[in-house]
């Protein structure tokens, strides 16, 4: 369980974290959206503990990181944004060493690497020097190296950030078995990414907190929320997509000719509609599908309604 009350952090006389307040219990898995500078490693850092709070306060399964900051770090997993990196080390060299700083000795410290190398997939690199690893395995072993210790709360700093699809679907159910064990903050810019993981949002932007909700009532503050994005070749006669009923304008996708988003006035359900003009005109579409909202335009909205 995690707690953050009135947290405020100043670097010099400039603000980084004002007033944040949050709580997330355990086996809940939470978002942390916000654009590049909103104050997420920042404020990811001072929940860890590997940074002190000007004031407020951050408190980790009833320990105070304030006044028993060793037996509340030692409650957090946290995986770097930057990840790990070692001109010479293996993949096995960095758990040991890990382990070992965690208190780990002998025969209980190989079960710990054991099972997160296992767990990640990684023994079969884990000779091999950490430089040489592709992107998504040196991902897993900062994560690897995160869960050693089998932590109550796991800090997760842009831990897709990189990774393509089959790798982000790996993570995703990497992420939801490790909720099961533990409370997950996951910092990202990646947001729709994050849509099937987390079940709330927590939204960051100059460093205040500017939404804590859920991601699907984010979702439905998009202007995409029910919008219908299809593609067609060749492409659809779009006169007839706008004067359907409860259609709110059409978006072109100039990166992919024939390919439009049509978006739907606030309590319309277009998709029928634009079911029946593509039966009827005979129109052969490639892909068609109903948006669920787009996390993207939601939080840079809250994010340029707190710098205007």
């Known amino acids: ?30 978002g942390l959206l916000g654009e ?16 002190r709070p000007t004031s407020g306060h951050v ?7 304030q006044t028993h900051s060793t037996l509340a770090r030692q409650a957090v997993g946290y995986q770097l944004q930057g990840g790990i990196t070692h001109h010479t080390l293996s993949v096995k060299s960095i758990l040991n060493f890990v382990a070992t700083a965690r208190g780990f000795r002998g025969a209980e410290k190989r079960r710990h690497v054991d099972r997160v190398a296992t767990r990640l997939e990684l023994q079969p690199v884990l000779n091999c020097p950490i430089d040489v690893l592709s992107l998504d395995l040196k991902r897993r072993v900062a994560i690897a190296q995160a869960i050693l210790h089998s932590p109550g709360v796991l800090l997760l700093d842009e831990p897709t950030e990189g990774l393509n699809t089959e790798q982000q679907l790996k993570f995703r159910a990497l992420v939801q078995s ?27 932007a100059g460093g205040r907190l500017v939404a804590d909700s ?12 029910q919008a219908v994005t299809l593609a067609a070749d060749p492409p659809v006669d779009l006169l007839a997509l706008a004067v359907l009923p409860g259609v709110a304008g059409i978006e072109e996708d100039r990166q992919n000719p024939g390919k ?3 978006l739907a006035m606030p309590g319309h359900a277009i998709f029928p509609a634009i079911n029946s003009l593509i039966t009827h005109r005979g129109w052969n579409i490639t892909s068609l599908h109903l948006e669920p909202g787009r996390l993207n335009d939601v939080v840079h909205h809250l994010s340029h309604e707190v710098s205007s």
């Open 1 to 30: 369980m995690i707690e953050v009350s009135n947290l405020t952090k100043y670097l010099g006389k400039k603000s980084v974290i004002s007033d944040f307040s949050f709580c997330a219990q355990r086996h809940e898995c939470v």
């Open 36 to 51: 590049h500078g909103a104050g997420k490693t920042t404020l990811l850092n001072l929940i860890s503990g590997m940074a």
């Open 59 to 65: 408190s980790i399964q009833g320990l105070s990181t």
């Open 178 to 204: 490790l909720a099961e064990e533990m409370s997950i903050i996951i910092a990202s810019r990646h947001y729709d990414a994050l849509s099937e993981i987390c079940t709330r949002a927590l939204v960051i």
């Open 214 to 225: 859920s991601l699907a009532d984010l979702q439905r503050c998009s202007r995409h929320f």
């Open 260 to 262: 439009v988003t049509v």
